[in-house]
């Protein structure tokens, strides 16, 4: 299906771009993405990619990885049944959707990357996605998170009376959007258009062994068992981090003067950025300390870790290049305006507020051009009116679905997306059609 989409973009912008006369706009856009492909993305992730692959290789030999996996098996299990039980993919996708919740985004994708690598060992049809892999993807792009951080900022930067006050309508949407689109992947896996022909033994036994290799390495990192004191320090350790917790909460315990911006915030929005700012610091040093006790050699395994931050990064380039010159393109010849429309009297019958269309059309395919026609709303019609709030709850509770599919495919070289991309547009929709019928309950 992105063989035929990415063609319709680049042809599309070239005809559209001539007929209004943008060709030159069209063509040194194409260049502009392709440049920021490179070295705004790519490049720009080895470092976190690096930092977090490192991170990561810690908690597997520690046996963290299996430990979580294996605390939430049930739900996981139910949701991606293709993927064995003890197998790290099920951690690493875990940690993802956790990150993700939190806001984390700097974390959460270098750990999904994290996640489909783990995922393509169990593939027997290389370049091909398998139904694990469009599932996941679903997930991450309904956008679950918790507190829509940069959609509060806006609101806040221009004088909001309550800011937060989309987080609920933000949870709902995005609560709607996870299930529809694990839902929808599931049924369209089923259809024969999707569904995956049986695999020839050898990719079976391929498949075995790479399992029976994961499943040994997660069983060597557990050999060393943990001392007494080892307990202690990590129950000290959690201890310390509750502290911390309760005096970003609670700073009037503690003595702390408490900030205008803090006190006007409820209790919830204070514990989920408590959360957010103290997740990262948590893991970064937890997950060393937890593997040093396990008698992990930690600078020689977080180093080994890390070097195939690199090597994800490089092979993302062809992928990133091919989406965003794409839909740069048809953005620079006026696509979307041309789009935005023809969809205006259709979406003024079912009540859809016409004024939200350039940010929907473009929330999949830009990330900076939605957070642009987001600022635009909130400034023309005032942060507190019904149109941003949606407008916000949108941003909040969606994802830009085209550059996830790009970035996560391209790190395991999968061609064929199969059904993950109608998956992910699923979510995508339901959370807009949710947003404006929520908003309109909570808001008018």
């Not at 063509?27 to 392709?34: C, P």
């Not at 310390?240 to 408490?258: K, N, T, Y």
């Not at 005032?382 to 407008?391: E, Q």
Request: net charge positive; proline share 5%; glycine share 6%.
């Amino acid at each position: 299906m992105l063989n035929y989409i990415w063609l319709a973009l680049v042809v599309c912008a070239v005809l559209i771009g001539g007929w209004n006369g943008q060709l030159k706009e069209v063509a040194d856009k194409s260049f502009e993405m392709a440049n920021t492909a490179v070295l705004g993305i790519a490049f720009a992730l080895i470092g976190v990619m690096a930092l977090w692959l490192g991170i990561m290789r810690l908690a597997e030999r520690a046996g963290l990885v299996a430990l979580l996996a294996r605390a939430l098996r049930p739900l996981m299990r139910l949701i991606f049944p293709e993927v064995p039980a003890e197998h790290p993919a099920m951690g690493s996708m875990l940690m993802n959707i956790a990150a993700n919740m939190l806001g984390l985004g700097n974390a959460a994708t270098p750990l999904g990357l994290r996640a489909m690598k783990d995922l393509e060992s169990l593939n027997p049809r290389p370049g091909t996605a398998t139904n694990a892999m469009c599932t996941f993807l679903a997930i991450n792009t309904s956008g679950i998170q918790l507190i829509p951080v940069t959609a509060i900022a806006i609101l806040a930067a221009n004088k909001s009376n309550n800011p937060t006050a989309i987080v609920s309508t933000s949870i709902i949407c995005t609560t709607c959007a996870c299930t529809c689109g694990i839902l929808m992947a599931k049924f369209l896996s089923k259809l024969p258009m999707f569904r995956l022909a049986a695999v020839e033994s050898v990719a079976q036994m391929k498949v075995a062994e790479a399992v029976e290799e994961k499943v040994l390495i997660k069983e060597s990192a557990t050999l060393q068992p943990m001392k007494w004191w080892g307990h202690v320090i990590i129950i000290a350790f959690i201890l310390f981090f509750g502290l911390l917790f309760l005096r970003l909460v609670f700073p009037g315990m503690f003595g702390l003067e408490i900030s205008v911006e803090t006190a006007k915030d409820h209790l919830f929005i204070r514990c989920m950025k408590a959360f957010s700012l103290l997740s990262i610091p948590f893991l970064l040093s937890l997950f060393p300390i937890y593997a040093a006790l396990r008698r992990v050699k930690v600078y020689e395994e977080f180093v080994d870790g890390a070097k195939e931050g690199f090597d994800v990064a490089i092979r993302i380039i062809p992928y990133l290049v091919a989406m965003l010159v794409a839909v740069g393109m048809f953005r620079a010849a006026g696509g979307i305006d041309l789009l935005s429309r023809w969809l205006a009297p259709v979406m003024s019958v079912l009540h859809f507020p016409t004024d939200l269309l350039p940010m929907v059309l473009v929330r999949p395919l830009s990330g900076s051009g939605s957070l642009g026609f987001f600022t635009e709303l909130v400034k023309q019609f005032g942060p507190d009116s019904l149109v941003s709030r949606m407008a916000g709850t949108i941003y909040g509770s969606t994802e830009t679905t085209f550059y996830v599919l790009a970035v996560y495919f391209g790190s395991v070289a999968i061609k064929r997306t199969r059904h993950a991309l109608l998956a992910g547009l699923t979510a995508d929709l339901v959370s807009v059609i949710t947003a404006v019928i929520v908003c309109k309950i909570m808001f008018a």
